[in-house]
């Protein structure tokens, strides 16, 4: 009996007591693990882990976004941004760089020749520093996010979860959805780090400050 054979005649074995009529959303799974390893200050345990990872965290305010925006352009010396379908017409700055949309879709030596990209996010998860891309609005298409030497995203408060199973609550596992931890690296069997290998050499991720609650008339 070759290897394959003996695992899959375990896994019969395994289902021979399984009424036919069963299936898996029938079985509740008890979930009574903790969900999550985040203090009180989701804030700043996401801006800190954004941070281990060599990427820079610019906080700002709603009115500020736009200028801040363009400074982290300007700083990081782009001449050309891809801005993703449906990223918010009052966040774009005015600046010396040429701005490129992607309807109909930029071919692939273009993306690869821009300077930066500009996007939003889906959610953001504190414990790891990790920000997740679901191709929404303002996010485009997962090639934006991986062929442009440079990243900028804007992360609002209100998107950072504490753990993981809280962010994939928020998330539709049918959507293309990528984890972004950190600029793109790798490193070999020495431990010699190289970045800009499979995405941005450069991640900039600027957290616009939740409003505060209106308090009641």
């Known amino acids: 009996?070759?290897?394959?054979?003996?695992?899959?005649?375990?896994?019969?074995?395994?289902?021979?007591?399984?009424?036919?009529?069963?299936?898996?959303?029938?079985?509740?799974?008890?979930?009574?693990?903790?969900?999550?390893?985040?203090?009180?200050?989701?804030?700043?345990?996401?801006?800190?882990?954004?941070?281990?990872?060599?990427?820079?965290?610019?906080?700002?305010?709603?009115?500020?976004?736009?200028?801040?925006?363009?400074?982290?352009?300007?700083?990081?010396?782009?001449?050309?941004?891809?801005?993703?379908?449906?990223?918010?017409?009052?966040?774009?700055?005015?600046?010396?760089?040429?701005?490129?949309?992607?309807?109909?879709?930029?071919?692939?030596?273009?993306?690869?020749?821009?300077?930066?990209?500009?996007?939003?996010?889906?959610v953001a998860i504190a414990v790891t520093g990790t920000i997740v891309l679901d191709a929404g609005p303002g996010q485009g298409r997962r090639a934006l996010s991986l062929l442009p030497d440079h990243h900028l995203c804007v992360v609002r408060e209100e998107q950072i979860a504490g753990d993981v199973p809280e962010a994939l609550s928020r998330l539709d596992p049918a959507a293309p959805l990528t984890f972004i931890s950190g600029p793109s690296a790798t490193s070999d069997i020495e431990l010699d780090r190289v970045e800009g290998v499979h995405g941005p050499r450069t991640l900039d991720v600027i957290v616009v400050a939740a409003r505060p609650a209106e308090e009641p008339s």
């Not at 990427?55 to 941004?81: M, Y």
């Open 1 to 122: 009996m070759s290897t394959r054979e003996s695992v899959l005649a375990r896994i019969t074995a395994a289902l021979a007591d399984v009424p036919a009529t069963e299936t898996p959303d029938g079985v509740p799974v008890p979930r009574s693990y903790r969900r999550s390893h985040a203090g009180p200050d989701l804030v700043a345990l996401f801006a800190g882990r954004v941070t281990d990872y060599r990427a820079s965290v610019i906080h700002t305010t709603e009115e500020r976004v736009s200028g801040t925006i363009a400074a982290v352009l300007a700083e990081r010396g782009a001449e050309s941004v891809v801005v993703p379908e449906g990223f918010p017409v009052g966040l774009l700055p005015e600046g010396d760089f040429t701005r490129l949309g992607d309807a109909p879709p930029l071919a692939l030596e273009t993306l690869e020749t821009a300077g930066s990209v500009l996007t939003t996010a889906a």
